[in-house]
């Protein structure tokens, strides 16, 4: 009779695992969209990284030239792009204004932009270069300051 009244449990009660599975969808339910955001900005600076090259080659033409008219892909030492798995389409590249649409994506499902244009100022170094774009966005893209973005 003792033996009868011994029986303890063994595993978990429906209960637990229901509490358990409910904490997983909960947590799911935040990190699934933090990922995707993590993911378009990766692909976002992956792609102003992919066009620096370009953007070097514009200002090495505009130092000849003084101009920015002809600095177009593939003359006056302009590299030409590359579709790669950050730039989905190369718009264009020319007189010095680089137009690509990236693999980084806004909430809705749209493809970001880049659209780099460079000004120069005299007596500046450098060229400064204003993106005015879709990427601009800082949520899916880039933070305010970053990615030539104002």
Known sequence: MNAMLKKTQKGFTLIELMIVVAIIGILAAIAIPQYTNYISRTRAAGAAAEIASVKTGIAMC????????????????????????????????????????????????????????????????????????????????????AGDCP
């Open 62 to 145: 505009y130092q000849e030239t003084n101009a920015f008219t002809g600095c177009t892909s593939g003359a006056l030492g302009v590299p030409t792009l590359q579709v790669t798995k950050n730039i989905k389409v190369i718009t264009s590249v020319a007189d010095g204004v680089i137009k690509v649409t990236t693999a980084a994506s806004d909430t809705a499902g749209a493809d970001l932009t880049i659209i780099d244009t460079p000004t120069f100022t005299a007596g500046n170094a450098n060229l400064t270069w204003t993106n005015s774009g879709t990427t601009c966005d800082p949520i899916r893209g880039f933070k305010p300051g």
